[in-house]
Structure formats: structure tokens, C-alpha cells
């Protein structure tokens, strides 16, 4: 993760796997985290992330 502080909130860069490359057309995402404590940020940025992954895979079999 890559966290940057953008207002107060806390955000993370990450670059977009290879292989949901057909179905997100950037090449990094930026999410954010709803937070300015960066212990909280740290604690909730894997959940967010797998949240992310987890779309993408859905996307990728289907689903809509």
C-alpha cells in the first residue's frame, strides 16, 4: 500500500493486477479510506483491498 494523505483522509495507490487488465482500464487505483488516523488506515486497508479484488474477480466471471 501506498498511503497518501489527500485532505485529511487517508488513500491508498495500488497498481491494478495484470489479469483484471480486460475489465479495469487504469493502471493503478486510488482508494479511499475513510480515515486521517493511520492506524486505522493500516488495520482497514487490507479488508478494502480484498473488498476491491473480490469485485474484480466477480467481474471476471460475470457477474455485473
Do not use: C
Not at 467481474?59 to 455485473?64: E, I, S
Request: aromatic share 8%.
Amino acid at each position: 500500500m501506498s498511503p497518501t494523505r489527500r485532505n485529511n483522509t487517508i488513500h491508498m495507490r495500488k497498481r491494478v493486477p495484470r489479469r483484471f487488465k480486460s475489465i479495469e482500464p487504469h493502471d493503478y487505483v486510488w482508494i479511499s479510506l475513510h480515515t486521517g488516523d493511520t492506524t486505522v488506515a493500516a488495520a482497514k486497508a487490507p479488508e478494502i483491498w480484498q473488498s476491491m479484488m473480490e469485485a474484480w474477480e466477480a467481474k471476471l466471471a460475470g457477474d455485473t
